[in-house]
């Protein structure tokens, strides 16, 4: 596992966010996963969107940043340093249901404007003042 989990929300012109649905976790997330060997955060944000969406995107900025704390068994906890950035999408084009229903991690995508993103999803509260700023 790589050391860095950044995530990242996706925001497109009429200012919502891209998410995926996992169903191992039961719930709306934005695209995330964690770095490869020697990866920066940056590279790791564009690839996992990628993989988890079909849409390439270039970074415009940090939404924020946290610790998330992997359980390695008590009493030892890992702390994960987790960067998630805002990007815009460039090209590419959004997984077909068919892929999406290949794709393993992921079992939906679709795009929430600041008054539809779950509620659920992780920081809602930041970005759905993001959204706000950019709608």
């Not at 169903?23 to 990866?39: H, I």
């Amino acid at each position: 596992m790589g050391r860095r989990t950044p995530a990242r929300p996706v925001t497109d012109d009429e200012g919502r966010f891209l998410c995926v649905y996992s169903p191992v976790r039961n719930e709306w997330e934005t695209p995330g996963g964690a770095g490869d060997p020697g990866e920066i955060p940056s590279e790791t944000a564009r690839r996992e969107t990628r993989e988890e969406t079909g849409v390439e995107c270039e970074l415009t900025g940090v939404l924020h940043t946290r610790l998330m704390e992997i359980d390695l068994g008590a009493p030892e906890r890992l702390p994960i340093p987790v960067v998630e950035f805002t990007v815009r999408p460039v090209g590419g084009a959004e997984l077909t249901d068919d892929e999406v229903e290949a794709h393993g991690e992921i079992s939906d995508l679709d795009w929430f404007g600041p008054e539809e993103l779950p509620s659920e999803i992780r920081e809602y509260e930041q970005k759905r003042a993001h959204l706000r700023s950019v709608s």
